[in-house]
């Protein structure tokens, strides 16, 4: 299906996080994959240490396209994209400009606050499609009074389609492995997320760096720790364990789903996690991850540690009840990828 179109994905982007990027990156990769003549073009904020790595044409903003109404405005004017992709981004302003140029707008949210901004009457009537990138067993269902005011638009309840990634690959994850000298099912996964985060004024990066140290020496078990793109110092060198700066979201699935076990943050990561199978110990970096974490722990998807308990709940992760526990709920859990559920209701609208 040869379907010339052009996107203009707009995420939040700033120096902390970069959940929302990578999920746009991951779903323009999913398009070029699908419609290869597509032109796909990025809005980021220039501060965000990722902005000039973009594999995409980008226009770099002086903040968050969210606080940049004009510039973002003058972006959609110029480029007029078929498809204005707001991934947990953008005032309604920039939504009507979107509509008034003729293109088709997507809102993507992550969480129950991001949803009820999404369902507003004047952003509703603007959104075409409205993708909650989480499990449905994660958000609560929607109020009697946002379900009447969508049906009042004609609207459709806002999509729950699970974690978005891309999907693992045989050839690719034996390739990863090669390189870094590692088995399948016999080293643990490391990542606090971006990079950025800080737990009581200290890196989350580096609390988890020190736990992944400390399991290698305690057990001899192989740790991978990834530090992240926003991880402000130099990376140590370890002969001990793997210590990454960062790494595209197809080769972190790729180690994620030939690990033995995750210790994650509770941002994307770990819906992916559930997602693929893989027992993880998640530890809250940010304010919008503990009810995201409480969740899953309540449902026996996760295990769950603050950064003090870190020590005693991978242990605890490890122990080999707790692993078969885990794995049963999660195959129970039906959460999926979101990739494809997005890419097909895309189509839809390229058909309609």
Same mark, same amino acid.
């Not at 990863?176 to 870094?180: A, E, G, K, P």
């Given at each position: 299906?040869?379907?010339?179109?052009? #996107?203009?994905?707009?995420?939040?982007?700033?120096?902390?996080?970069?959940?929302?990027?990578?999920?746009?990156?991951?779903?323009?990769?999913?398009?070029?994959?699908?419609?290869?003549?597509?032109?796909?073009?990025?809005? *980021?904020?220039?501060?965000?240490?990722?902005?000039?790595k973009?594999?995409?044409?980008?226009?770099? *903003?002086?903040?968050?396209?969210?606080?940049?109404?004009?510039?973002?405005?003058?972006?959609?004017?110029?480029?007029?994209?078929?498809?204005?992709? #707001?991934?947990?981004?953008?005032?309604?302003s920039?939504?009507?400009?979107?509509k008034?140029?003729?293109?088709?707008?997507?809102?993507?949210s992550?969480?129950e606050?991001?949803?009820?901004?999404?369902?507003?009457?004047?952003?509703?009537?603007l959104?075409?499609? !409205?993708?909650?990138?989480?499990?449905?067993?994660?958000?609560?269902?929607?109020?009697?009074?946002?379900?009447?005011?969508?049906k009042?638009?004609?609207?459709?309840?806002?999509?729950?389609?699970?974690?978005?990634?891309?999907?693992?690959?045989?050839?690719?994850q034996?390739q990863?492995?090669?390189?870094?000298q590692l088995?399948?099912?016999? #080293?643990? *996964?490391?990542?606090?997320?971006?990079g950025? !985060?800080?737990?009581?004024?200290?890196?989350?990066?580096?609390?988890?760096?020190?736990?992944?140290?400390?399991?290698?020496?305690?057990?001899?078990?192989?740790?991978v720790?990834?530090?992240g793109?926003?991880?402000?110092?130099a990376?140590?060198h370890?002969?001990?364990?793997?210590?990454l700066p960062?790494?595209?979201?197809?080769?972190f699935?790729?180690?994620?789903v030939?690990?033995?076990?995750?210790?994650?943050?509770?941002?994307?990561a770990?819906?992916?996690?559930?997602?693929?199978?893989?027992?993880?110990?998640?530890?809250?970096?940010?304010?919008?991850?503990?009810?995201?974490?409480?969740?899953?722990?309540?449902?026996?998807?996760?295990?769950?540690?603050?950064?003090?308990?870190?020590?005693?709940?991978?242990?605890?992760?490890?122990?080999?009840?707790?692993?078969?526990?885990?794995?049963?709920?999660?195959?129970?859990?039906?959460?999926?990828?979101?990739? !494809?559920?997005?890419?097909?209701?895309?189509?839809?609208?390229?058909?309609?």
């Open positions: 299906m040869k379907v010339k179109k052009k #996107f203009l994905f707009i995420p939040v982007s700033s120096t902390k996080g970069i959940g929302e990027y990578m999920r746009s990156l991951i779903i323009a990769d999913e398009i070029k994959k699908t419609w290869p003549d597509s032109e796909i073009r990025f809005v *980021l904020n220039r501060q965000a240490n990722y902005a000039d973009c594999p995409y044409p980008a226009d770099l *903003l002086k903040d968050t396209p969210t606080k940049q109404v004009k510039a973002v405005n003058d972006i959609l004017e110029k480029y007029r994209p078929n498809f204005a992709i #707001f991934d947990a981004s953008g005032r309604q920039q939504l009507k400009k979107a008034q140029i003729g293109a088709h707008v997507v809102f993507i992550q969480h606050k991001k949803r009820r901004r999404g369902m507003k009457w004047g952003r509703a009537k959104t075409d499609l !409205h993708f909650v990138v989480q499990p449905w067993f994660v958000m609560p269902e929607v109020g009697r009074i946002n379900q009447l005011k969508l009042l638009l004609g609207k459709s309840e806002p999509e729950c389609i699970g974690a978005v990634y891309t999907p693992p690959n045989q050839q690719k034996q990863i492995l090669t390189r870094l088995k399948q099912n016999e #080293f643990v *996964l490391f990542s606090s997320g971006s950025g !985060h800080r737990i009581e004024q200290q890196l989350a990066a580096d609390i988890f760096y020190l736990q992944a140290k400390e399991l290698f020496h305690n057990t001899g078990i192989k740790t720790i990834v530090m793109p926003n991880y402000p110092k990376i140590a370890n002969d001990e364990f793997i210590c960062s790494i595209d979201n197809s080769d699935i790729n180690l994620l030939a690990s033995k076990a995750a210790v994650l943050s509770g941002g994307d770990l819906l992916q996690s559930i997602s693929l199978g893989i027992p993880t110990l998640a530890c809250p970096v940010s304010k919008d991850q503990p009810a995201r974490i409480e969740v899953c722990k309540k449902l026996d998807l996760i295990v769950s540690a603050n950064a003090q308990e870190l020590a005693n709940g991978i242990k605890y992760l490890l122990q080999e009840n707790t692993m078969e526990a885990l794995a049963t709920k999660m195959k129970q859990s039906s959460s999926t990828n979101g990739i !494809h559920i997005f890419i097909k209701q895309i189509t839809n609208l390229m058909t309609n």
